[in-house]
Structure formats: C-alpha cells, structure tokens
C-alpha cells in the first residue's frame, strides 16, 4: 500500500474518533437550556466528521485515479538512502530540546546553543564566524522583541534571574 | 470632494509627513519580515508612539505606512523562505516560493511589489470614489452569506491544490476544519476536543501550524536533500530582477481584475485580506489559460500577483466600513479605529461632513504609503533577495530558529513550539505522499469563522432554512459545489479521451 493510502487510514481513524466524540459524548455536557438551540457545539463537528471519514474511504479505497499529468513526488523514494534522515532526526531532537531549554536555560543562551549546534551538525567548522553570529543574532532578536516590542522574553537562565 | 482631496494632498505632503510615511514604511517593512509579527500586532506597538505625537492626520498617516510596510513585509517571508507569517500572504508563498528556488527571487519581489502598489493604489482610488455608496451593500451580506462565501472560497481551493487529486485537497481541507474546531469556541463557551489538555483550551496557535505547514517541511527538505539547496534557490543569483514586456502583459490585467475583486471582498466586514487573497489566487487560475493553470504552484507570476493585488485592495477596502460606518471589518482596522478613538476622531457616517481633513488625509496617506513604500523596496530588493546567499549551513539553522520564535512570540508558550515540532514531523510525511498542505492551512484559517457565521444563521433561521431562504447564500453554494465536481468532470473526460485514444491506435 503507497504511503499516501496509509495517511489516508490513519486520518480515516481520526475522524472515526473525531466522529464518535462528536456524536456520542460531547452532548452528554450540554446544559438543558441549550438542548433548545438549533445549533449545539456538537454539530459542526459533526458534519465535517462525516465528510472527513468519507473523502478519506475514498482515497484508502482508491476510487481517486491519479490523473496523467500529475506531478512527481518530491521524494524519489528510490534515492531514500541518499537522503540525510539522520540529520534531519537529529535537528527535530534539537528543536525539541531547544523548546525544553527555553525556559530554565533563558533565551540567550539556548537560542546560542541551538543555533551553534544545529550549524555545526550541518557540517560548519568556522567556529569564529559561527559563534559570533550566532550570539549576534540571539542578542539582536532578543533587543528587538524585548526591548522594542515589549514582549517578554526571559534572558537568563533562571537561577541567574 | 475636490476640496476635500487638495486638502487631504496638502496635508499628506508635508515635510514632516512625509518623514512619517518613510519611517513607518521602514519599521513595517523590517519588522513584518519577522515570522509571527503581523500587520496587527505592528500596528499595536505603534499606537503609543502614534498617540503621542499628538496630530490625528500625522498619527494615522504613521499607521499606513506601517500598515503597508507590515503586509509587504510578510509577502517577503512568504516568498523568500516559504514562512508566511500572517494569514493573508499564504497565498502569496504559493508562488512566491517556488520562483525563489528557480533562482527568481528579486523577480518575485518585484511582481510582489508592483502588485501590492497597484493594488493599493487602485483600491485607494476606488475608495475614495465609492466608499459612501459600498457602505451600504456591504450591510446586505448576513452570516448566511458569509458563511456561503467561505464554503465557496474553500471549495475553490481544495478544486485547484490538489494538482488534479480533488480528493485529496478536500480532505486536507477537512482535516483544517477539524483543527479549527479544537479549543473553546466564541459562540459555546465550552472546551472542545481539548482531550484535558489544557495548553489546547485556547485552540492551535495559526502561527504554529503555518511554519508547520510550509517553513519546517521546506527546512527538513533542505537538509535530508542537499543537492535541493543548490539547484539554483540558494545561489543568491538576483540578475533576473527585471520583469519581462511578456510577464508584464500576462500580469496587468490580472491585477486589475484582483484589484478590483480584492477591493470588493475587503469592504465586507469579516472577510477581508484573507479570503480576498485565496479567492484572488483561485479565480486567476480557473480563468487562466490551461498551459498556464499548470505552472500555478510551480511559479507563475500570475499565481504571485493575484493573491498580492487582492490582499492589498482589501486591506484599502477594509477601511470602508470603517471610514463610513465605524465598523472594523478586520482586526487590524479594530486596532485603528482604537488608535482613532484615542486621537479623538469618531470615524461613522458623519466623520465626512465633521472632519473632512482626517478622512481625506487618510486616504491620501494611503496612496503617499504605497507610493513611498514601492520607491523604498525597489532599490532594496537585491539586499533583502541576498538572504538567500548565506550558506546552507547558516541558513537552514536561522530558518528553524525563527520558525521557532515566530510560534513562541505569539503565544510565549513553550508547548507551542513542541507542537511546532509535532505538526512539522506530520507535514513532511503529508508532502511525501503528495498530499497537499495549503487547504489545510486555509481550512484552519477559515475554520473557526465558518463555524461562527454557520452557527448564527442556524441560530437566527432556527435550523438549515436560511440556505433556501436566502438566494444569494443559495447561489453561493451552488458555485461551491459546481467549483468542486467539475474538476473531477473534466478529469474523467480526460481519461475517457485517452482511453479512446488509446483504443483507437
């Protein structure tokens, strides 16, 4: 089964369970008064449930013909060892990191970290340029947001602050 | 309203507000390049300094222009690294950002730039011309229509995004509608889907699922496929920064026609710069000649100047409503018409007979911005094309960097920038099965006012009777569903020509 099949059941499942939420517990909430209302907060879920769970039988039962014309993946799954998945692994577990960090490690310094490693993970060695920009730009950003803008951006690390 | 308008010009061309519109070009322009800072938010922070310079007409003139800077701005994220920040240059990366990686990115910056000038200029024109008698149609359209209204904008990009899979692009477009419905809704007043989660109580962030979509996946491309990087995008070659004779014919009539449109869908309140720009994009390409409507999506300046027009003569129109009936149609005109109400001006009906200088000024600054703004970004679009010449290695970490910021600034929430991660993961997996992302987008976008207008015209019809009550709304979605089924009539046939072709040989 080609992956766009595969999708096309794990959002059929989605929407079954979308569905089954919209249909069988949300109105058990529902306080008497609204049960008057033409509208419930149930029923616009409800129809795209259904609509979802159809279109997406649709494409797992391969009604859908791919037309002539149609364009070629962008991935030549053919060329997948070619690819640089690890690295692309590894900058996801940066980010996460990075979202981990931002609070206790402060702006600057997890902003500098994320952006010196995930360099040097694509293969940067001018560590005297990269450093410098990086807190360049992790400075500059933070002045901009914080300073200029007045949205609050804790700095430090937090038993520093 | 000759006087009015030599009042307006004389106001507007004065030494120091001329400096105004220059610096509020600039820090728009700058500033909106950041993912996540939008034309709203931008205008937010000026309003203290626009207040305290004290003189309505010098403060609102300020405001333009960094209203006009913000929204060139954003089309500049859109299409120089596939980041929309604001949902209104969605459309815009569509085409934007496959003209940068054919190595046309000043191109691209240019059409952006001439389109938004026209658009605005044209749409200032047009306001200035019939905004007493557009007030009063725009009161005609109910939710009924609003909600009919969407249906077809959404129908009419799920029919085109799919390159021919209509299946797939509506069910991206469903999967949009079911993201939309996560959170507390401004109609019940009570969490839905939020499985206990209480970082989903106030829904998705929009910011968070655009870089999703488009910024990460373009990204994570760049870094699993280096020869990508390569192929000409990144080279920062910018020596085709001049529009061909044969794009600027191809384009002018598509920026009359969106300019026009795009002014039109502005002056209903509640629709504005976002539907105009997708409904803009979608009916230049069903109206296009069909060895054209195959490069939308892969680099038409077609596909870029439509979305670009119609944002911005929306962005003009929107101040109808305003102007004239004191309504804010969109959130950034709410967020002027607060900076109009702290400088003492009362925009509504009588602010034309009251005040005539404040709205001439007003519009005149506009058309000053867009002028001021095109002669600005032109000399500048090499430098700011030349992003694209850092090297890989930098550029794919300050890609992901402002990713990052753009979904924390809006929420300072850290869990939005996991869920940064989530969706990305998801959006990757989508685009290499050739799913398409952008119904998703507009499918959240849309979703939440959808579901508004939907639930008060049920609540108002007392059930699904508003849909033959009201023609217009039937009209509507007729269209909606005609823009959907025929696609896949005309697929058919196409097979059905070949099969015989086939036959026949």
Redesign the interface.
Known sequence: M???R???LV?LA??LM?GY?AFFM?DA?LPPFMRF???W?????KI??V??AI??L??LLG?????????E???DFSRLG????G??VF??VL??A???L??PAGFLLS?LL??VV??AL???RRFYI?VP?AAA?AGG?WY??QQT????LSPLPTFLS | MLDGIWVGLSTAFSFSNLLMVIGGCLIGTF?GM?PG?GPMSIIA?MIPVAISIGDPSAALILLAGVYYGAIFGGSTSSILINAPGVASTVATSFDGYPLTRQGKAGKALTVAAISSFAGGSIGAILLMIFAPALASVALLFHSAEYFALMVVGLSAIAAFAG??????A??MT??G??MA?VGE?A??N?P??TMGILDLQSGFGFITLAMAMFALPEA??L????SRSNSGGSSGDIKDLRITKEEAKKITPVIGRQSIQGFLIGVLPGAGATIASFLGYAVERNIAPKEEQ?EFGKGSVKGLAAPEAANNAACTGSFVPLLTLGIPGSGTTAILLGALIALNVSPGPRLMVDQPEIFWSVIISMYVGNVILLILNLPLIPYIAKVLAV????L???I??FT??GA??GQ?N??E??M??GF??CAT???????PLAPLLIGFILGSML?DN??RS??L???IGFILERPMTMGLLVLAVVLVVLPLIR?RR??KQ?LQAAESD
């Open positions: 080609a992956l766009d595969w999708i096309a959002i989605v929407s979308y939420t949300m909430g209302n033409p509208i907060p149930s029923t616009f879920p795209i449930a609509g979802a279109t997406s649709v494409i009604f859908e013909k791919k037309p002539a014309d149609a364009d993946g962008e991935i070619d690819y640089n998945i690295q692309a900058l996801l980010m996460v990075y979202a981990l931002l609070r902003t994320f952006l995930a360099a694509l293969g940067e990269l920009v730009a950003v901009l947001v803008l007045g949205i609050y | 500033i950041l800072l922070i390159s021919g899979q209509v299946g797939k509506l069910l469903l999967v509608l079911m419905t809704g109609l019940f009570q839905r889907f994570l491309f870094v699993l496929d280096p195959k090297p890989r290695n930098f794919i970490p300050f992901l960097f990052l910021m924390y600034i300072n850290a869990t920038l996991l940064l991660v990305g993961v997996l989508l685009r290499f099965a050739n799913y579901e939907f639930s049920m609540q019809y007392d059930g697929a196409v097979r070949e």
